[in-house]
C-alpha cells in the first residue's frame, strides 16, 4: 500500500480523503446535539509520519494550540509493509538498525496487547479494522476515536480544519491566533491561496519526480522556483511578514512553511531541487521560515532527520538506488534554524 507522499508513481495524491467523518462540536438551543464524533478532551489519536507533509497539516494545528489530541508517530520510515510501529520483516528490521535514534512510538498506544498475534505492527490494520474491506492507499494523518475505536478521517485539510474550528475552545496556548479567517472576503482569499499551494508547492514536487523525462523535470523545477519568487514578493509585499495581510499567519502560511522546511532538508536531494536553497537564493523565505518557527509549538513539529528518513529510507523511494544511506542534516540549515 502506497502512502499519498507516494501515490501515483510517485505523483502525490489525486484525492487525500478516504475517511471523511469529522469531530464535531454542534449546539442547539443550548444543549449539545448528537454528534458521532463529538469534540472531548483526550478521546482521539492523530496518527503521524514526520517526514509527511500531509500528516504535518493537522499536526501543528494540534501543537500550535496544544489541544489534547495524542499524537503517535510511526517509524518515519516504510518498507513492503507500509507505516509500522514495530519490525515484523528483516526489512523493515534493517531501517530500524539503520536509524536506531528514530523518534517513535514503538506500538500503538490504543491497542496495547501482550499477545503477539493481536498486536498492532503496521497501519493498515487499523486502516482494515475501520474497514475490513479497505483497498486505498494506507496513509497520514489518520485521527482515531478511543472511545468507538473507529477511524474519524483521514483528509489533511478537512481534519487541519475541524480541529481550529472545532477543538480551538479546548487550546492550552495561543488560543487568539486566528488561522482561518472569519471574514467572507478573506475566507475566499485563503482558500484560494490554500489551492494554489497544493497544487504549485505541495504536491508540485511529486509530480516533478514522477515524470522520467529530464526536459519536463527541469521545466517543472524553474516553475517551482518561480512561485517560490512570486510567493516571496507577495510576502514582501504584505510588510514582510505573512501570505496574507494582517499581524499574524493564516494556515496558508504554514502550509506553504511545511514545504520549505522539506525543501532544504530533502528535495534538493530527492527531487533534484539542488538548483537554489532557501538559506542563500530565498533570504526572506528565510526570515519567514525563522518566523513561523518562533509560534510556541511549532518548533516540536520538526524532527530534522526523521523527516529525512521518509525520503532516504522509505523502500518506495530508494529500490531504484544504490543503497539506503541517510544523509544528515546540513549544518548551515541546523544553525539557520536553531536546531
Known amino acids: 500500500m502506497d502512502c499519498l507522499c507516494c501515490a501515483n508513481g510517485g505523483a502525490g495524491p489525486a484525492t487525500d480523503s478516504e475517511f471523511l467523518g469529522s469531530v464535531c462540536n454542534l449546539k442547539m438551543d443550548g444543549m449539545t446535539a448528537t454528534a458521532k464524533f463529538p469534540a472531548e478532551p483526550d478521546r482521539y489519536v492523530l496518527y503521524v509520519i514526520a517526514g509527511c507533509p500531509f500528516a504535518a497539516r493537522p499536526w501543528v494545528i494540534q501543537s500550535i494550540y496544544g489541544l489534547p489530541i495524542q499524537t503517535v508517530k510511526l517509524f518515519p520510515a516504510s518498507y513492503d509493509q507500509g507505516w509500522f510501529f514495530s519490525p515484523t520483516s528483516p526489512g523493515e528490521q534493517d531501517l530500524v538498525n539503520n536509524f536506531p535514534d528514530a523518534q517513535y512510538d514503538s506500538s500503538d498506544p490504543v491497542h496495547p496487547s501482550s499477545n503477539e498475534n493481536e498486536k498492532i505492527h503496521h497501519l493498515k490494520q487499523l ?41 480551538r475552545g479546548m487550546a492550552t496556548r495561543n488560543q487568539d491566533l486566528e488561522l482561518f479567517p472569519s471574514d467572507p472576503q478573506r475566507q475566499r482569499e485563503h482558500s484560494e491561496l490554500l489551492q494554489f499551494l497544493h497544487s504549485k508547492v505541495t504536491t508540485s514536487v511529486y509530480k516533478m519526480n514522477a515524470t522520467r523525462n529530464g526536459k519536463d523535470h527541469d521545466r517543472m523545477a524553474e516553475e517551482y522556483y518561480e512561485t517560490l519568487r512570486e510567493l516571496q514578493k507577495r510576502i514582501e509585499t504584505n510588510d514582510g511578514k505573512w501570505l496574507m495581510s ?28 539542488g538548483k537554489y536553497n532557501i538559506r542563500e537564493d530565498y533570504p526572506q523565505l528565510q526570515l519567514y521560515i525563522n518566523r513561523i518557527f518562533e509560534i510556541e509549538g511549532v518548533k516540536e513539529t520538526v524532527l530534522p532527520r526523521d523527516l529525512m528518513a521518509l525520503y532516504f529510507m522509505t523502500l518506495k523511494w530508494t529500490q531504484n538506488d544504490n543503497g539506503r544511506s541517510l544523509p544528515l542534516v546540513p549544518n548551515t540549515w541546523a544553525k539557520t534554524n536553531g536546531f
Open 246 to 273: 494582517g499581524p499574524s499567519p493564516t494556515f496558508a502560511d504554514f502550509v506553504f512553511w511545511i514545504s520549505l522546511v522539506r525543501l532544504d532538508l530533502a528535495y534538493q536531494w530527492r527531487f533534484g531541487l
Open 127 to 167: 486502516y482494515v479494522k475501520a474497514n475490513p474491506k479497505f483497498e486505498g492507499a494506507v496513509s497520514v494523518p489518520l485521527l482515531w476515536d478511543k472511545e468507538q475505536d473507529q477511524a474519524v478521517s483521514n483528509s489533511s485539510f478537512g481534519l487541519a480544519e475541524m480541529m481550529y474550528s472545532q477543538m
